[in-house]
């Protein structure tokens, strides 16, 4: 999303730039994940580009949450209304990049042996584009097939009749078990810690709904750009103005409307008031609760750890009505965990369950894990890696002193992995461009984040952090990945900015007007 989009602007300013893509073609996130039941959770009328008119003309979104196919000939279908191909270059893993301060240039080499010199690099690696793998013993011993989500194949996978696990309930399990429960001969799902989540409630986007749609798009994006998530739900305040009757009954409509109605139209309280978000949590309990046949299955799919709205909240499609089946059998893993895996499955402290197909659905390296594969040497050969090693430093989640003429979009702690993730690639592909231009038009040759406007944008992350509850969460929002070394729980990093992305967009306006304060041009 943030490359295509990138490498337009580029283009459109008239400056020789080219688009490096690691995979054999462009869509990332929507080319990588193939898994079935993958789709949008944002309304996809605010989830696509808003940049050109025509486009917005052209384009038909068949359904409210559109599905991966589709999001991925919509990029094709972008990349070639612009003519974009033409600027990028499949197969073009980017292994390292060198700093030279003396010819004020990055130099880059490919995983395929290819080298390129470089001004500036603007990176659009993605937030959730590394995955990982958990590390149990025997687990190369498996004989069935196994991937996870991110690499399920191209080629169609066989479920009809095959015995199926699911490791992993964050959004993409979710996604994936509703998908598959009734098509496979059996699944069984393994759970460590259940996530709260609520109905999508997708539908189709007729011809006419989609006139109405074009008609008011101006009115959706300015209300994209006026909310704090970047959707159309805007969040109130007053929890404790009502009853808890009239609660619930807003509860009670927010859960049947579609989307994050529940999460972002919701009282402003349940993310900072403790009290608050236990009440609110304890209506999503008894949600569950009513969907879910056996009492001792639901409870397990209640999460007990964290409150309602405190980690990402994955949508739901028929999840919790997926464990109603006969088929489809929940292991918690806090009681019975996996031991090891063997050739014909998996072992847990209580049974092996013998599988045909294990499905690794254990989430990624969020944020800094795109930034970590790629080795990063800047000023003096200082490693990002290194200097990243206990969460990011970033100045406006665009720069990071030490590293001139790198600029990242949707970067850590900017407001894109807090946000509609397109919403706040605009703002930064566009911003980032403006800064292009403007060290171009002034013949600026070197841009350079200053140590101390970033210690302030880094103090500022963390007090907007701070005010949330879900500071304590374990979650990619803190930077918690349980297979990823430093990053287990209780070692929080400060990944994302959390002030909104009016106030984030703000701020990132002020700086530019004010000739780029914070920032060395020279
Ligand atoms: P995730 O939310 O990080 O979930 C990973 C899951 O794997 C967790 O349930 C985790 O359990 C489990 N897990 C990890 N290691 C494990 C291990 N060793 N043993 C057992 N379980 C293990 O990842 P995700 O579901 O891929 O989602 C990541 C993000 O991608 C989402 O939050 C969202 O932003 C985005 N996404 C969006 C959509 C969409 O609808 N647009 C769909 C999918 C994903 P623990 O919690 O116990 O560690």
């Known amino acids: ?90 197969g073009a893993r980017v292994e390292r990049m060198d700093w030279d301060d003396a010819a004020r240039r990055w130099n880059l080499r490919f995983a395929n042996g290819g080298s390129h010199s470089a001004r500036f690099v603007v990176t659009s690696l993605g937030p959730l584009s590394a995955p990982t793998m958990p590390s149990y013993e025997g687990m190369d011993e498996f004989e069935g097939e196994a991937f996870h989500t991110f690499f399920w194949p191209k080629e169609p996978v066989a479920l009809q009749g095959r015995r199926v696990g699911v490791i992993g309930t964050g959004a993409t399990g979710i996604q994936v078990i509703a998908e598959i429960a009734d098509k496979v001969a059996e699944l069984k799902v393994f759970q460590r810690r259940p996530n709260w989540s609520t109905p999508l409630n997708n539908s189709t986007i007729s011809e006419a709904e989609m006139d109405e749609i074009r008609d008011r798009y101006e009115e ?55 009290v608050a978000n236990r009440e609110v949590s304890e209506y999503i309990a008894d949600r569950i609760r009513g969907r879910v046949d056996d009492p001792a299955v639901a409870e397990k799919l209640i999460p007990l750890d964290h409150g309602f709205g405190l980690q990402r909240l994955p949508l739901e499609t028929d999840y919790f009505e997926a464990y109603n089946l006969p088929n489809v059998e929940l292991i918690d893993l806090r009681e019975t965990p996996i031991e090891r895996f063997t050739p014909a499955g998996i072992q847990t402290s209580g049974t092996h369950y013998d599988l045909d197909l294990i499905v690794y659905a254990t989430g990624f390296d969020a944020i800094t894990g795109a930034y970590d594969r790629v080795q990063i040497h800047g000023v003096d050969g200082t490693s990002l890696s290194e200097q990243w090693r206990d ?48 060290a171009l038009d002034h013949g600026y040759s070197r841009i350079e984040a200053d140590a101390e406007a970033e210690q302030d944008w880094v103090a500022e992350v963390i007090r907007a952090h701070e005010r949330m509850l879900f500071r304590r969460s374990k979650g990619w929002f803190t930077g918690y990945n349980s297979n990823v070394a430093g990053h287990e729980e209780g070692r929080v990093r400060y990944q994302a900015y959390f002030g909104g992305a009016p106030r984030y967009r703000a701020k990132i306006d002020a700086i530019a007007a004010d000739d780029y304060r914070g920032i060395t041009l020279e």
């Open 220 to 274: 959706i994006f300015a209300n994209c750009a006026a909310s704090p998530g970047g959707f159309e739900h805007v969040p109130r305040w007053g929890f404790w103005d009502r009853t808890a009757d009239e609660r619930r009954a807003l509860w009670d409509e927010l859960y049947s409307q579609s989307g994050f109605a529940i999460l972002a139209a919701n009282f402003a309280e349940i993310f900072f008031d403790e």
């Open 391 to 438: 969460g990011p430093s970033t100045y406006i989640g665009v720069l990071s002193h030490g590293f001139p003429n790198l600029l990242m979009v949707a970067g850590p702690q900017s407001v894109s992995g807090s946000t509609n993730f397109p919403r706040a690639i605009e703002t930064g592909v566009e911003w980032v461009t403006d800064l292009v231009a403007y």
């Open 1 to 90: 999303m943030s490359g295509i989009y990138q490498i337009k602007r580029l283009a459109d300013l008239g400056v020789d730039a080219v688009l490096f893509e690691g995979e054999d073609d462009l869509g990332g996130t929507w080319y990588r994940n193939r898994y079935p039941g993958c789709r949008f959770d944002s309304e996809s009328y605010t989830y696509g580009y808003s940049f050109s008119k025509e486009l917005l003309e052209e384009w038909h979104w068949k359904e409210r949450f559109s599905s991966q196919p589709e999001n991925l000939r919509y990029l094709n279908y972008v990349a070639d209304r612009f003519d974009l191909r033409r600027h990028m270059r499949f």
